[in-house]
């Protein structure tokens, strides 16, 4: 390493007892990891020997490793979960709130705290701190966290599955500032003028220190070290004895101590005009030193520029007799105070005897960026929640998945015979890796996600199809076994890199560019497209070479139930023309009649409610049977467990679009006015009115104030109380500023929900009017339900997010034409390709809006039909659809340039000849597929309906669109390419 990056190090200040102990537990743990390394990557190339050995077939024992090293990366997960941690197979996938439940906590904005720092509480700063919390606990976008706005002031996080240990890290990485500052630790030789400062209490205030009165910029601070299990990282014994420090003295000037009765030392931090912080960071990462696990990270030009200053002017002396220390500050509190050895610029490493749990949080906070206005350390509510979809609802969808899977398995049997079972072995080989893959990456899976892998697994049948089917012309043409295996998979191959390339292409494209819920999807795809090919091309070609070698595999006989021969695909091109057309515009002319109304919550946000039962409490789906005559499906239900002094009470929240808390509470009334299940109702009782005398009498020496106790049945936050009494006092006495005119506080008792609450009138109000307010509140308290939580939430998919996904999309278009442009040495190709996804995509929304109109109708019983809404799992499917079109359509324009060969024109004659050499492969995939989707849709349940209505749609358009679309536009834009050749 040369000197400049020697200098780029920041060694921290640890102490040789610490580092010794971290030293011996990391020695143990990296042999251990090392064995495991060792095994996984030795073992399976041994197998490979003895299994080519055995077979004697030593040419293929390179291969067979390989594949034995892809299954035993894949099922490693797996395996460690069941021995390491004593869990079952299926712990190593982690499960959606949907299917799994998880953890609800609600935070609050520290509004005492931003008020200081003089920041305004508004909706667009509250957007940017979910941008930030989404960042900080989702980073990779694939564990389906859920971080929305709730309220002016709070934001609501549903971790999926969260036990408590990963729950407390998602509490430290929320509420966890992320400030990161580097200083110069000040030094009683260079800065003697801030230590006189310091040593005037005029000149200290909130613990920074200013020159007078005059407190705009601060020239130094008082901070304190980090603490790591009790102890300080850094003390007066670790630095230079000239670094200028103090006891800590509270308020009174006594003495402040910690926890072993030790003073606590503050050390003196200078602060310049240009502070170097966090802002300047471009990039943050888990790194390496000689000192164990550390934080790299990389300033951008400014940062350089200013580091190097600082690190250039208080670098070491020879003969000075003192050093510089810096300080690192997170958070306020020093984490290490390195000596500054040389100049420093934009590369660095943080050092600070950090644990694994501490890098990671440190990493994502940091990578994240500072929050603008701090939260409360505690959330204001925090709840276990079930399942969101019901155990019938659940057995349902994973009755339907396994369904779908065998009938996949069987179908290829069936009809492919023999070669049929290589393709099934290549697929069951295939869910190992993806599920590994996943698992490794710590993705999480939903309903709708685990038929998206489904549905992968039957899209991945198409390549094992278009190889069969070449191994079928090869055998018409008479060719042996062998050649006709060779040529399959040779002349297969460019098609099925391509199809599978642009899909790649849109899945890179999604995750850089996409939202958190795009992001998760295009992880999935991007794994599920890798391990297909690899299997597919590879173990596929593998197996077929050993069976035809052995003399196991003596024919390649196959089912032929398709064979078209002449049919004039192109000579219907204006039949399909119309068609289209009627279905796109009659389609979004529906889309528009609907208007919002075709959005679920995801989009639009709406009201949220928390309510519990008085005794006997109700199944989540006799609630949901309740609630819905009233307020449509378009809700959603989540069901709560508190625990607290070890008690366990269930509650329900209830998210729906209604905006009016009026509305939503009578609905709520009537859903249960006739059931046996009684509602908690909420039972007020008041105290005397008393007169007491006003805290400040600047404008009236002889003001009162009216206060009285009130006695609640059921607890509530003191605040919430004295807003509805102001409310009471806007809307029913019209008081223009009610504000601050009534105040509530907690009669003996330090917890947020109290009851007994003493309520104080400021002299404003009249005592008549006091008695109004009272009985107002007692009537408007016990005539509904009493709801825990009252609040408005935010939709899950903002406008910004929407506007993400639509140039995701964008930019996948454009990265398709670019590729086709490169392969077929044309743009019309990828023009032509990108025609046919716009039309599914239009088409299939539109048969979405139609197919919940028609709901209505007798037709919702025949064909299954329901009140769809555009959600994030249609959206997935939507994407799925892309891919699926993508992928037939690039099948007949590969076929299209073999048969077109090296003549410049193309004729229509060239694509009915196309379309009909790959029509079978395009009609067996389509069915394979089909029968996947059609399952999940007749009896997946609820959790997967509407996802599995768009897929069957969007299998049949994207069929359709493949022939009658895309290779119509092909020849369009060919022909008119060469008019304008012949023209000029």
């Known amino acids: 390493m040369n000197p400049l990056m020697m200098n780029a190090l920041i060694l921290a200040q640890d102490s040789i007892a610490a580092a010794d102990d971290v030293a011996e537990v990391s020695s143990a743990a990296g042999w251990g990891i090392f064995l495991l390394v060792i095994a996984i990557m030795v073992l399976p190339f041994v197998l490979g020997g003895v299994i080519a050995n055995a077979l004697k077939m030593k040419d293929l024992s390179t291969r067979i490793s390989l594949v034995l090293l ?88 549903i971790v999926p599955g969260a036990d408590a240990e990963r729950v407390a890290k998602v509490k430290r990485q929320i509420v966890s500032l992320g400030n990161l500052e580097f200083a110069i630790l000040g030094n009683s030789i260079l800065h003697r003028d801030e230590i006189a400062l310091a040593s005037d209490p005029v000149n200290v205030h909130d613990n920074y220190i200013f020159r007078g009165t005059d407190r705009t910029e601060p020239v130094a601070m008082w901070r304190r070290s980090a603490i790591k299990e009790g102890t300080p990282k850094v003390t007066r014994g670790r630095v230079d004895s000239n670094v200028h420090t103090r006891n800590a003295v509270d308020e009174n000037g006594d003495p402040l101590l910690d926890d072993q009765g030790t003073p606590i030392t503050e050390f003196l931090v200078i602060i310049r005009k240009q502070r170097i912080t966090g802002r300047y960071l471009i990039g943050v990462r888990e790194t390496i030193t000689d000192r164990g696990l550390a934080v790299g990270f990389t300033f951008n030009e400014r940062g350089g520029y200013l580091f190097g200053q600082v690190t250039g002017e208080y670098q070491h002396r020879d003969g000075a007799g003192y050093e510089n220390h810096l300080a690192v500050l997170l958070d306020g509190t020093i984490h290490s105070a390195p000596t500054v050895n040389g100049v420093i610029t934009t590369t660095g490493v943080i050092e600070g005897n950090f644990t694994q749990e501490e890098i990671d949080t440190l990493v994502g906070v940091l990578s994240a960026g500072a929050l603008d206005v701090p939260l409360a350390e505690e959330p204001v509510s925090e709840f276990t929640v079930s399942a969101l979809l019901g155990e019938e609802v659940q057995r349902k969808g994973f009755s339907a998945i396994i369904i779908a899977l065998v009938a996949v398995f069987v179908f290829t049997l069936v009809y492919y015979l023999k070669t049929g079972f290589v393709a099934c072995l290549c697929l069951a080989i295939n869910i190992v890796l993806v599920l590994g893959a996943m698992s490794l990456i710590d993705a999480t899976f939903t309903l709708p996600g685990l038929a998206g892998l489904v549905l992968t697994i039957g899209m991945a049948v198409d390549a094992n199809v278009l190889i069969f089917e070449r191994m079928r012309e090869e055998q018409t043409r008479g060719s042996s076994i062998r050649m006709s295996i060779k040529n399959g998979f040779e002349k297969a191959f460019s098609t099925i890199v391509d199809a599978n390339i642009t899909t790649l292409l849109t899945a890179i494209v999604l995750y850089y560019i996409g939202t958190d819920q795009i992001k998760g999807f295009a992880v999935t795809l991007f794994i599920g497209i890798l ?24 024919d390649l006989k196959m089912m032929s139930l398709i064979d078209p021969q002449g049919i004039d695909f192109l000579g219907k091109k204006k039949l399909a023309a119309v068609i289209s057309l009627v279905f796109i515009v009659g389609g979004l002319a529906a889309v528009g009649m609907r208007g919002n109304e075709i959005l679920d919550i995801d989009f639009r946000g709406g009201s949220m409610v928390t309510f519990r039962f008085d005794g006997e409490t109700p199944t989540t789906d006799e609630v949901r049977a309740a609630l819905e005559p009233e307020f449509g499906e378009d809700i959603t239900l989540e069901q709560l467990t508190q625990n607290k002094d070890n008690k366990s009470t269930k509650l329900y929240r209830l998210r729906s679009v209604e905006s009016s808390m009026t509305k939503v509470s009578s609905k709520i009334k009537t859903a249960f006015q006739e059931s046996t299940y009684q509602l908690v109702q909420q039972h007020v009782t008041f105290g005397d009115v008393k007169s007491i005398e006003a805290e400040d009498q600047d404008a009236e020496a002889t003001a009162t104030e009216n206060q009285v106790n009130v006695t609640l049945s059921e607890a509530m936050a003191p605040v919430s109380l004295a807003e509805g009494a102001a409310d009471f006092l806007e809307k029913e006495m019209n008081y223009t500023e009610p504000e601050g005119l009534i105040t509530g506080v907690a009669v003996d008792s330090n917890d947020s929900k109290v009851n007994e609450i003493s309520l104080t009138f400021a002299s404003a109000i009249p005592a008549a009017d006091v008695d109004r307010v009272l009985t107002g509140l007692k009537t408007a308290l016990e005539k ?56 599914d995509v239009l088409v299939v929304l539109g048969l979405v809006a139609i197919g919940a109109m028609l709901s209505g109708t007798p037709l919702k019983a025949i064909f299954m039909l329901e009140d769809f809404k555009i959600n994030l799992p249609i959206i997935a499917a939507f994407m799925t659809i892309v891919g699926y079109s993508l992928n037939d359509t690039i099948v007949v324009f590969d076929r299209i340039r073999e048969v077109r060969g090296r003549n410049p024109a193309l004729t229509e004659s060239m694509v009915n000849t196309s379309l009909n050499q790959t029509l079978s492969r395009t009609i067996l995939t389509s069915i394979t597929t089909l029968i996947v989707v059609l399952i999940l849709y007749v009896i997946g349940g609820e959790g997967i309906h509407g996802f599995a209505y768009c897929l069957i749609l969007g299998i049949l358009v994207g069929t359709y669109s493949s022939i009658f679309v895309a290779s119509p536009v092909l020849v369009w834009l060919m022909n008119r390419e060469q008019k304008k050749v012949a023209s000029t």
């Open 531 to 554: 391990t297909s090919m690899f299997c597919t091309l590879y173990i596929g070609r593998l197996v077929f070479d050993v069976l035809e070698s052995k003399r196991w595999l003596t």
């Open 70 to 157: 892809a299954l035993t990366l894949g099922a490693t997960p797996f395996v460690l979960t069941q021995f390491r941690d004593g869990g079952q197979l299926k712990d190593a996938i982690r499960l959606g709130i949907d299917l799994a439940g998880g953890t609800n906590m609600v935070f609050e904005v520290d509004k005492d705290e931003a008020k200081r720092e003089g920041k305004e509480i508004t909706p667009v700063l509250m957007d940017k701190m979910v941008e930030k919390v989404k960042l900080r606990v989702n980073p990779t976008g694939t564990e389906e966290v859920t971080v929305r706005r709730v309220g002016a002031d709070r934001i609501e996080v």
């Open 784 to 839: 509904d339900p009493h709801f825990e939580e009252v609040n408005t939430f935010d939709k899950s998919v903002t406008g910004d997010a929407k506007l993400a996904a639509l140039t995701a999309m964008a930019f996948s278009l454009l990265a398709i034409i670019g590729y086709l442009w490169v392969r077929f040495q044309r743009a019309t190709f990828g023009l032509a390709a990108c025609a046919a996804l716009i039309h």
